[in-house]
């Protein structure tokens, strides 16, 4: 395989694919101007909640 990522977290080089395709946030967060962001909201690591709105982190796999 001609593919390699460099991990976030480890720094570490994989040649194989990611297991997870994913955002820090839902682009509704980054709509949001930064300076309101922490008065609108709350943002986890698998979780977003701006206003009324509520975001959740999910994996869905779906075979092929």
């Known amino acids: 395989m001609d593919y390699a990522w460099t991990c ?3 720094g570490k080089q994989f040649n194989i694919l990611p ?8 682009d509704y967060w980054f709509g949001v101007p930064e300076a309101e962001r922490e ?3 709350r943002l986890g690591s698998d ?3 701006v206003d009324t709105h509520i ?10």
């Open 8 to 10: 976030q977290c480890c």
């Open 19 to 26: 297991l997870d395709y994913g955002y820090t946030a839902p």
């Open 39 to 41: 008065q609108r909201g």
């Open 47 to 49: 979780s977003c909640f």
């Open 55 to 64: 975001f959740v982190r999910g994996c869905l796999e779906i075979p092929i």
